[in-house]
């Protein structure tokens, strides 16, 4: 469950509307949406690999919910940084 912390920190910064989450990552097949409700980010969603389901919200800096059935809480993480390949 841990491997949905280091994908949340790029999420914050979501658009404010109802939007698609895809991405691939550390093993992930994450697919859900990404909705704004005031001030909290709502993602919701599955892991295709495992099953997993998410049910998360994003707001001053920390993230609660429930992942797979178990309650989770955590401070956002720091956004890791990007390589871009060029030619």
Same mark, same amino acid.
């Given at each position: 469950?841990?491997?949905?912390? #280091? *994908?949340?920190?790029?999420?914050?910064?979501? *658009?404010?509307?109802? !939007?698609?989450?895809?991405?691939? +990552? !550390?093993? #992930?097949? %994450?697919?859900? $949406? %990404? !909705?704004?409700?005031?001030?909290? +980010?709502?993602? =919701? /969603?599955?892991? +295709? %690999? @495992? /099953? @997993?389901?998410?049910?998360? =919200?994003?707001?001053?800096?920390?993230? $609660?919910?429930?992942? !797979?059935?178990? +309650?989770? /809480?955590? *401070?956002? *993480?720091?956004? =890791?940084? %990007?390589?871009?390949?060029? =030619?």
């Amino acid at each position: 469950m841990i491997k949905f912390i #280091l *994908p949340i920190a790029a999420l914050v910064a979501a *658009p404010a509307l109802a !939007d698609p989450l895809v991405f691939e +990552r !550390d093993g #992930l097949k %994450v697919v859900g $949406t %990404v !909705d704004v409700q005031g001030d909290t +980010r709502v993602l =919701r /969603g599955e892991d +295709r %690999v @495992s /099953g @997993s389901q998410f049910d998360l =919200r994003v707001k001053n800096g920390y993230v $609660t919910g429930v992942i !797979d059935g178990q +309650r989770v /809480g955590y *401070p956002v *993480p720091k956004a =890791r940084p %990007v390589q871009l390949a060029s =030619r």
